[in-house]
T-cell receptor
Framework: GENVEQHPSTLSVQEGDSAVIKCTYS??????FPWYKQELGKGPQLIID?????GEKKDQRIAVTLNKTAKHFSLHITETQPEDSAVYFC????????????FGTGTRLKVLA | KAGVTQTPRYLIKTRGQQVTLSCSPI?????VSWYQQTPGQGLQFLFE???????NKGNFPGRFSGRQFSNSRSEMNVSTLELGDSALYLC???????????FGPGTRLLVL
C-alpha cells in the first residue's frame, strides 16, 4: 500500500552543523513532496516543497533533493540554529484517481547550542 | 492574509459524548482537509471537502463525519467518543484541492 518512511526519528546536531532527514515513498504515482516543520503547540508549517519534474530546490539554508528512480527525497538544513529545533514531516502526494497526502512519521530535530 | 483558524483550541470530553470541531480556511481556499495526529500513528487523513461535498475519505469509522458550508468553513464531528480519539485534530486548506496545503494550529481533544 501507500507508505512514506522517514529517518531518523530523532536527530541531534550542534549549532552550525548540517542536518539531513530522509524519506522514501512507495507509490510511483506520487508527484509532489512537501516538507513541514511543527513546533510545540502549533500546526505543521510548510517550509519547502518539490515537484516530481525537479531534482533539487533550495531556499536559503534549506534544500530538498528528489531521486525519482530510487523514490527517495531528503531535506537538508545547513548552518543549523536553535530555532530550527522542531519536528519535521515529509509527505508525498498521490494523484492516482483522486488525490491524498501520505505523511512520514516525523523527525525530532534538536539543535544544541 | 489570515491563516487557517480552528476552534476550539482545546477540548476535554468524556467517553460516549460527541464533539464538533470547526475550521475556517484561508480566504479564497475552497478545499478543506482534516487530519488526526497522535504520537503512535502520526498524521492520518480523515477526509477532504470541496464545494460542500466530501471528495476524499480516509480509513476512519463512521463515527467521524464532517461537512462544509457555502463559505468553505468546515466542521468535523466525532460521535460516541472513545479514549483512543484523544489526539490533535488538524485542518488544512488549499485553493481547490491537490495544491499545497496550509495547516491550522489544531484542536487538542482529550477524552477521559
Amino acid at each position: 500500500g501507500e507508505n512514506v518512511e522517514q529517518h531518523p526519528s530523532t536527530l541531534s546536531v550542534q549549532e552550525g552543523d548540517s542536518a539531513v532527514i530522509k524519506c522514501t515513498y512507495s507509490d510511483s504515482a506520487s508527484n509532489y513532496f512537501p516538507w513541514y516543520k511543527q513546533e510545540l503547540g502549533k500546526g505543521p508549517q510548510l517550509i519547502i516543497d518539490i515537484r516530481s519534474n525537479v531534482g533539487e530546490k533550495k531556499d536559503q539554508r534549506i534544500a530538498v533533493t528528489l531521486n525519482k528512480t530510487a523514490k527517495h527525497f531528503s531535506l537538508h538544513i545547513t548552518e543549523t540554529q536553535p530555532e530550527d529545533s522542531a519536528v519535521y514531516f515529509c509527505a508525498a502526494r498521490v494523484t492516482s484517481g483522486t488525490y491524498k497526502y501520505i505523511f512520514g512519521t516525523g523527525t525530532r530535530l534538536k539543535v544544541l547550542a | 492574509k489570515a491563516g487557517v483558524t480552528q476552534t476550539p483550541r482545546y477540548l476535554i470530553k468524556t467517553r460516549g459524548q460527541q464533539v464538533t470541531l470547526s475550521c475556517s480556511p484561508i480566504s479564497g481556499h475552497r478545499s478543506v482537509s482534516w487530519y488526526q495526529q497522535t504520537p503512535g500513528q502520526g498524521l492520518q487523513f480523515l477526509f477532504e471537502y470541496f464545494s460542500e461535498t466530501q471528495r476524499n475519505k480516509g480509513n476512519f469509522p463512521g463515527r467521524f463525519s464532517g461537512r462544509q458550508f457555502s463559505n468553505s468553513r468546515s466542521e468535523m464531528n466525532v460521535s460516541t467518543l472513545e479514549l483512543g480519539d484523544s489526539a490533535l485534530y488538524l485542518c488544512a486548506s488549499s485553493l481547490v484541492g491537490p495544491e499545497t496545503q496550509y495547516f491550522g494550529p489544531g484542536t487538542r481533544l482529550l477524552v477521559l
